[in-house]
């Protein structure tokens, strides 16, 4: 007989508990099993006998997981806060588990990877997240099911409509969105009223937005707020005497209140985002348009995004339901609802995992690649090359390493086509680098020609819009996909106004990649905003060197007995760095701190347009008598010796202009160096969040947020902790983990 043990809370009215006794009590159904329950450290190991009683009549003992003699064959936990203690040791042990946004932040995911044999994702959602998240155990899909005892009910034929909200009403569950959607859709003229079954919490304002939104918008539609917990027998008749449910959720992990309504038979109101997308059914619910946004929660990670439901978009399905109803269409999709089977049941949940158990005895873990072949720039000045070498010098330790590495790199200056190279990459060992490929040329010949010679197991591509033409980037995808090799392209950049007329285009790149063997990764949230709905299709972070020695060199802003401020940037110098606005708004920081010192380590860019600059920021230091005050050296510096400037200064500056480019790198090695950092109001920083003051560059008003910067050491040291966070979350190795994963995938 198969012992199977559900670990984590198992009684009262949290829905954690309704999930794990509704899902022993199913597998608890067949006879060639043997189910337990446990609580776990997670709740303090507490028991409940009214639950335990009424569980056993159901078939599911309780089995304290301490208790080393009894010995499980399979322990399936879902606990929160996580836990991994007193996990059985010769189990098959499988995580349940579920996440509201698009990652996992790097504790849970290393918990996982080395204390599970299986994490069973409560939706596709959550387990892309995981597996994004650099999960490198093997991964499945095992949802959730109707906690409640919900089956199709008619609905009341009333003169009026009534909409049901049911949440706990955090921000994630957009009561925001909510309330003023329905606020700007009605007023008591209308036949519909609102009702909000949530509970008290301290991150329920809902009380508070209602009030608000009632100004705002002088609406007095009805609604009727219930705060407080209910008996499954109220909640079910809140269900049955609605006409729709209205979710507009951030992100979800499951969606259970969808998934009952759907099972009682009534159409819902959500975005097709996160895991309701899976939970919805076309021709019967209402769409809310959506848009990515960086999440807002107290458990996010760095980059992670949630979906920013639309206001408008929810007021015309507020009032196309309510049109609805009031005609044939509602009833139509009730006789729908109604013909539909229940998907979302517990005797479907515990198939699955009986599914799960028996495709885990069979799995066979693929090989990772052995033979790899990388096409990008390196070995020489570029950022895009620096970010390829820290992928390649973090490779995870836990990996088996290619056995062959083959760089295709472009033609440069002194070397032959076709010249090779051999050299040494720490953490990776030798690698070869093949030049073959001209920048803007005809780059697919050569490739082609290289990849049907060698035949790579995968293939990697860093590109830049610098490189080559989206055209000829399709080309090689195309080609790739065609000898089914696994690929990842990285596009450094992705804005169609650098592209020439009828050289292609990188949004109808990815749509031409969809539902193929590609990965396409970006790194700004504003790049992929204009394809994020494509499959394939991902924000993926640039990463963070671990701090060093150099960091906060001078944290008090203090250099003896003197007053002597340092203000530093860094960076290659041409003209969409903002050097020039630094150098004006310098004048008005010396006014009232003279003895202050600006230090400019900006490189000369091996090209024209940063040859003028360079002239024109060194005629504005000598036209504005700034040389005593200022100084700018542009020669190219080892990444230590820029961390150990940095790090020795009181404020960095980051005064760009708008410029089309992903991510910046400089900031990054700022953020390692724990550097208090102001940067332009450019949507190009936004991912940096709390990290960095925002500031506009006009002279007067930058030269004031320095100062204030460099005066106010609260403001400077809450700056610096929010770098060490970012710099934790994506580090090179977690970035690094998070990357080469991608080519592993374990999923059944």
């Known amino acids: 007989m198969l012992k199977v043990r559900v670990e984590g809370p198992y009684y009262g009215t949290y829905s954690l508990s309704a999930v794990n006794a509704n899902l022993a009590i199913a597998l608890a159904k067949h006879d060639f099993v043997e189910v337990s329950i446990s609580a776990t450290s997670a709740e303090n190991w507490r028991r409940d006998a009214v639950a335990e009683k009424d569980l056993q009549k159901l078939g599911v003992i309780y089995k304290d997981m301490r208790d080393q003699n009894y010995k499980p064959d399979v322990v399936i936990r879902n606990s929160w806060p996580i836990t991994h203690d007193y996990l059985a040791k010769d189990a098959l042990k499988i995580r349940w588990f579920a996440w509201e946004e698009t990652v996992v932040p790097i504790e849970i995911i290393k918990g996982f990877n080395e204390s599970y044999d299986v994490v069973a994702a409560k939706s596709k959602f959550v387990q892309d997240a995981l597996v994004n998240s650099g999960l490198t155990t093997i991964s499945t899909v095992v949802p959730d099911a109707c906690v409640l005892p919900v089956k199709y009910v008619d609905p009341l034929d009333n003169n009026y409509v009534n909409f049901l909200h049911v949440s706990s009403c955090f921000p994630r569950k957009a009561p925001d969105v909510l309330i003023k959607a329905y606020l700007k859709s009605f007023t008591a003229k209308d036949k519909v009223i609102l009702t909000i079954k949530t509970f008290d919490n301290p991150h329920n304002e809902i009380r508070k937005l209602i009030e608000e939104f009632r100004e705002e918008t002088n609406s007095d539609a009805k609604i009727n707020l219930i705060v407080q917990d209910l008996p499954d027998h109220d909640l079910v008749n809140l269900f049955n005497t609605c006409h729709y449910l209205v979710f507009p959720s951030r992100g979800e992990g499951y969606g259970l209140p969808v998934a009952e309504a759907h099972a009682v038979g009534r159409p819902t109101i959500i975005p097709k985002s996160?895991?309701?997308?899976?939970?919805?059914?076309d021709n019967i619910d209402y769409a809310i348009e959506f848009t990515p946004a960086f999440a807002d929660t107290h458990v996010s990670s760095a980059g992670s995004l949630w979906f920013e439901p639309d206001i408008d978009s929810l007021v015309t399905c507020f009032k196309q339901a309510y049109d609805d109803y009031f005609s044939g269409v509602y009833k139509k999709k009730i006789r729908m609802l109604k013909d539909r089977e229940n998907t979302s049941t517990w005797d479907i949940a515990a198939e699955k995992l009986f599914n799960c158990i028996d495709n885990f005895k069979k799995f066979k873990p693929k090989k990772f690649p052995e033979k790899l072949c990388i096409i990008s720039s390196f070995s020489q000045v570029c950022g895009l090359a620096t970010y390829l070498e820290c992928l390649l010098a973090h490779f995870p330790k836990n990996f088996k390493k290619p056995q062959d590495i083959t760089i295709l790199a472009p033609i440069i200056d002194g070397k032959e086509e076709g010249?090779?190279?051999d050299v040494y990459v720490d953490g990776i060992g030798k690698i070869k680098i093949i030049r073959v490929w001209h920048y803007w040329g005809d780059?697919?010949?050569?490739?082609?020609?290289?990849?049907n010679n060698y035949l790579p197991d995968a293939v990697i591509i860093q590109h830049h819009t610098g490189f080559f033409s989206p055209n000829q980037l399709n080309l090689i995808l195309d080609h790739l996909n065609k000898l089914e090799i696994k690929n990842i392209t990285t596009l450094h950049s992705y804005f169609p106004e650098d592209i020439p007329d009828g050289q292609g285009d990188y949004i109808k790149l990815v749509k031409a990649q969809e539902n193929k063997s590609s990965k396409i990764l970006v790194h700004s949230l504003r790049e992929y905003i204009k394809n994020f709905s494509a499959t394939n299709f991902d924000l993926f972070p640039h990463g963070y060197a671990s701090s060093n020695e150099y960091a906060e060199l001078r944290p008090n802003g203090e250099d003896s007995n003197s007053n002597s401020y340092v203000v530093s940037s860094f960076g290659f110098l041409r003209r969409h760095k903002g050097v020039r606005e630094l150098l004006e708004a310098w004048p008005f920081v010396l006014?009232?701190?003279p003895?202050?010192?600006?230090?400019?380590l900006c490189s000369e860019f091996p090209s024209d347009d940063s040859k003028l600059e360079v002239k024109e920021c060194k005629d504005m230091i000598e036209s504005l008598e700034l040389g005593g005050s200022v100084y700018l050296d542009t020669s190219f510096h080892d990444l230590d010796v820029i961390e150990a400037i940095l790090g020795y200064s009181d404020v960095v500056v980051f005064p760009y202009l708008k410029i089309n480019e992903g991510a910046s790198g400089a900031v990054r090695a700022a953020i390692t160096a724990h550097s208090a950092i102001i940067c332009s109001d450019n949507e190009l920083?936004?991912?940096?969040?709390?990290?960095?003051?925002?500031s506009d560059i006009s002279p007067k008003v930058?030269?004031?947020?320095?100062?204030?910067?460099?005066?106010?050491?609260?403001?400077?040291?809450m700056l610096r902790y929010e770098a060490k966070k970012l710099e934790k979350s994506l580090s090179w190795d977690n970035v690094a983990l998070r990357y080469w994963s991608f080519f592993l995938e374990k999923k059944i």
């Open 685 to 694: 920083f936004d991912e940096f969040g709390d990290a960095i003051l925002k």
């Open 702 to 717: 930058f030269a004031d947020n320095i100062v204030s910067v460099i005066h106010d050491r609260e403001k400077r040291e």
């Open 595 to 600: 003895n202050a010192k600006l230090i400019l």
């Open 443 to 451: 780059v697919f010949t050569p490739i082609k020609k290289y990849i």
């Open 419 to 421: 010249s090779i190279e």
């Open 591 to 593: 006014k009232r701190e």
């Open 274 to 281: 996160s895991s309701l997308a899976e939970l919805f059914i």
